[in-house]
């Protein structure tokens, strides 16, 4: 507490003086000057605010010599929630500065007011941001104690909610400061909040350094938010400096509906980079919406037995022309003409795939497998890259 009266009483003496003209002192609750416009009497002891804390009114100075570390001034006590809280000084003629006296003191609680008030509305944001990380990611051991935090931050547990994943990115050609990206971040979530019309029940969190979720709290007639929704959305925040996307998951009951929407959302946030779409929601997802409930080890083993050239570096050639081949259909024209490669050369390779795997993406059975194989190793490398950053 006595660190952060003296931040915030340096920032008072200089706002004060802008005003007055006047050299301004904040003394603490020992009697110590922990701020002041003139720098050479911080952390001096003043005699003057030991009087006015004792006897709870100010107290003019009309001789340096009359008060230990005093100077000729007027101090005044200010309060913080009707406790006395410190004093402030100001230093000149008795009977010039003294018309000061009621304004500084009422400025001065004003600002102590607002700074502290500032405080714990920032305390408050932290502790619901942290509860919201262990809460989407289950980090909690008793299901009984974590309803109870919640209680006690105001957080509805129960409530119907739709949570939405966004991350932030700043253009290559503009490299940014941390301090600045933040501020940038901050300022696109309070954006992103106004235009999504955010009510009391909805929580709105920084999750990482650039990325920042959303829990909506849906009400029996509320219709789930969509991609198109959000597109206009992010379309309107037209920031030159950053791009924004945004994953939609679906809407769901309770403490453990939460956790499931989130998910939802943190996939179609990757669909919505792969797509290179503002928004993606969960809703709008086909089979790739079965992949992240697919365990890892399940994944990991279906690619080692049927397509182990996925993890050698001396394919990577086969494996771009193999996903070119199935994002275009199997159309054998229009993938050589996407590689620029001819046909018979497309063909060569689809038939060395073949060899190498014993699956054959030309018919529809191989290259279900094969799809599978792909979106079953993209996920496992987003998982990878997601946890190195």
């Not at 509860?131 to 008793?142: A, D, N, R, T, Y």
């Not at 996939?267 to 086909?286: N, R, T």
């Not at 086969?318 to 024209?333: M, P, V």
């Amino acid at each position: 507490m006595a660190s952060f009266l003296k931040n915030i009483a340096e920032q008072i003496v200089v706002e004060i003086e802008k005003i007055i003209g006047r050299h301004v002192n904040i003394m603490d609750e020992d009697g110590q000057i922990i701020a002041s416009t003139d720098a050479s009497r911080v952390g001096s002891f003043h005699e003057g605010a030991v009087t006015v804390l004792r006897e709870g009114k100010p107290v003019r100075i009309y001789s340096e010599q009359s008060h230990r570390g005093a100077k000729q001034g007027v101090n005044m006590p200010f309060y913080y929630k009707e406790e006395l809280h410190g004093v402030i000084g100001i230093t000149g003629d008795p009977s010039e500065v003294g018309n000061y006296t009621k304004i500084i003191q009422k400025m001065t609680e004003v600002m102590v007011k607002e700074a502290y008030v500032s405080r714990e509305l920032e305390l408050e944001q932290r502790f619901q941001e942290l509860f919201v990380h262990e809460w989407l990611l289950k980090q909690w051991s008793s299901t009984d104690d974590f309803v109870i935090r919640g209680k006690t931050l105001s957080i509805d547990l129960e409530a119907n909610r739709q949570v939405l994943m966004f991350e932030v990115k700043e253009l290559r050609d503009k490299p940014m400061s941390q301090t600045f990206r933040q501020e940038k971040i901050n300022a696109v979530m309070g954006k992103v909040g106004e235009m999504l019309d955010i009510k009391e029940n909805d929580l709105l969190v920084l999750w990482q350094s650039h990325q920042f979720v959303l829990l909506k709290s849906m009400q029996e007639d509320s219709l789930p938010l969509n991609a198109n929704q959000l597109q206009r959305v992010l379309e309107t925040y037209n920031e030159h400096e950053l791009t924004v996307q945004c994953g939609i998951g679906r809407s769901h009951n309770g403490l453990l509906g939460a956790v499931e929407s989130f998910e939802d959302a943190r996939q179609a946030l990757i669909f919505a980079q792969k797509k290179k779409e503002a928004a993606v929601s969960f809703y709008d997802l086909g089979i790739e919406s079965l992949v992240h409930k697919i365990p890892d080890e399940l994944k990991e083993d279906f690619i080692e037995r049927l397509f182990p050239i996925f993890n050698e570096q001396e394919h990577q050639q086969l494996l771009e022309t193999l996903r070119a081949f199935l994002d275009h259909g199997q159309s054998i024209y229009k993938t050589s003409e996407s590689l620029f490669i001819h046909k018979n050369t497309l063909q060569y390779r689809l038939l060395k795939i073949k060899k190498l795997t014993g699956y054959d993406p030309r018919t529809f059975q191989d290259a279900v497998l094969c799809w599978l194989a792909f979106n079953f190793y993209d996920h496992l490398k987003d998982q990878q890259d997601s946890s190195e950053d």
